[in-house]
């Protein structure tokens, strides 16, 4: 260490003081270089906060080294200023990447704001529920079945995006399916893993519709290995399924029996031997009796 040169001792005790300012002000490049990194730290939080940020960040260095390059004439101000203005570029590159890794198309995306954001879903819970169905969106045009009774296997869980679905048995209307219900989620939960069966109603598109659908095996594979989806596809199929049949207690009635859209087979067996009884009480004496009593039911 050479003589002329302070100890650290007496810089930060005893600084040196300057006897004159310059009057001179230093090049444009230097005066823009500070205007740039002085509006880059005014950025926000969050991923487009870090966006704004990095990218005020490295245009007002690469100023620096230019002004250290051309006016300061210093090997290391222009050297630190470029390793800046490099980590500045992989910053932006990393954030560009995140940034198309989360995006989502855009029925994805509304279903998410729709369905999932209100229960506090994580987005990376949502999108293993989106990879089941691999992110494709299914179409029906008018007046083309989903399903026919007693014929399409229940090999898959739908959900409608748009449109709707027109349900009916034995050529009896039923009910609609709107967007953002399930098409088969009876059908769904009157089989177990094991089991195998047809849809008991046919379902047709009364307008262009779209959905998504899971394969069975498939997403009994997600349920098995992630309890957390598994619970959540466990509300909603029984909000689904409740819904369903609130909406065909108009379709109750008593005129020799009952009539529901019995998708599931316990439902749809109590309710038989229930249509069985009644039958038989006919020919009794009470038979005015008990359909006046089924009626006030």
């Not at 079945?145 to 009896?172: F, H, M, W």
């Not at 047809?198 to 779209?210: I, K, N, P, W």
């Amino acid at each position: 260490m050479s003589a002329n040169s302070p100890s650290w001792d007496q810089a930060v005790l005893r600084p040196p003081v300057c006897d004159a300012w310059n009057d001179i002000t230093e090049e444009a490049a230097y005066q823009l270089a500070s205007c740039i990194v002085l509006l880059g730290y005014m950025g926000g939080s969050g991923i487009f906060g870090s966006l704004y940020i990095f990218g005020l960040l490295a245009p007002g260095y690469f100023c620096y080294a230019l002004w250290g390059w051309l006016s300061a004439c210093g090997l290391d101000i222009f050297i630190w200023n470029m390793l800046l203005v490099l980590a500045c570029l992989l910053q932006l590159a990393h954030l560009a990447y995140r940034l198309r890794r989360n995006t989502i198309p855009e029925e994805f995306d509304l279903l998410y704001k729709t369905m999932y954001l209100p229960l506090q879903v994580p987005l990376e819970v949502y999108k293993e529920i989106v990879k089941c169905c691999e992110e494709q969106v299914q179409s029906l045009v008018r007046d083309q079945n989903y399903a026919v009774e007693g014929k399409t296997p229940i090999d898959r869980l739908s959900l409608l995006l748009s449109g709707r679905i027109r349900v009916c048995q034995d050529g009896q209307f039923l009910h609609y399916v709107f967007p953002y219900q399930f098409l088969d989620s009876p059908e769904w939960e009157s089989l177990r893993p094991s089991e195998e069966g047809t849809f008991q109603v046919t379902l047709t598109a009364e307008t262009d519709c779209s959905y998504i659908t899971w394969p069975r095996k498939k997403l009994y594979l997600l349920l098995r290995k992630d309890r957390y989806i598994a619970r959540l596809f466990s509300s909603h199929l029984g909000y689904d399924i409740s819904e369903k049949l609130y909406s065909l207690n108009e379709k109750l009635f008593a005129k020799f029996g009952l009539r529901f859209d019995i998708r599931l087979p316990s439902l749809y067996h109590s309710c038989a031997r229930r249509y069985s009884s009644i039958e038989l009480s006919k020919s009794s004496a009470g038979e005015r009796a008990y359909t006046r009593r089924c009626q006030q039911d």
